[in-house]
Nanobody
Framework: QVQLVESGGGLVQAGGSLRLSCAAS????????MGWFRQAPGKEREFVAA????????LYADSVKGRFTISRDNAKNTVYLRMNDLKSEDTAVYYC??????????????????WGKGTLVTVSS
């Protein structure tokens, strides 16, 4: 089992920045690809970003490319999502996920092994 706990959400003005963190406990963190999803009110969950087990490869949704950066620190069992130039449409609950596999399956987000409970990001315009 892997437990994931997100933090760092909050209220920010449009154009501002936030850094989300996801702390993992349980099985070896470095054995999992990690990623972020989000779900806005009344909308489907959508993929945001993913990072490979070693951190040398990343994936991003087109909507966040150039503004968000995913990274991980395997020594701290933590994955981060740095969000810059935030827009009102970035308002959502952000969820951390973990899976032993990495790659295009992350875009759909189906069948991933573990999920956190989410942290709310609200961007005011």
């Amino acid at each position: 089992q892997v437990q994931l706990v997100e933090s760092g959400g909050g209220l920010v003005q449009a154009g501002g920045s936030l850094r989300l963190s996801c702390a993992a406990s349980g099985r070896a963190f470095s054995g999992y690809a990690m990623g972020w999803f989000r779900q806005a009110p009344g909308k489907e969950r959508e993929f945001v970003a993913a990072v490979s087990r070693t951190g040398d490869s990343t994936l991003y949704a087109d909507s966040v490319k150039g503004r968000f950066t995913i990274s991980r620190d395997n020594a701290k069992n933590t994955v981060y999502l740095r969000m810059n130039d935030l827009k009102s449409e970035d308002t959502a609950v952000y969820y951390c996920a973990a899976d032993v596999l990495y790659g295009s399956r992350w875009y759909m987000g189906d069948g991933l092994d573990y999920w956190g409970k989410g942290t709310l990001v609200t961007v005011s315009s």
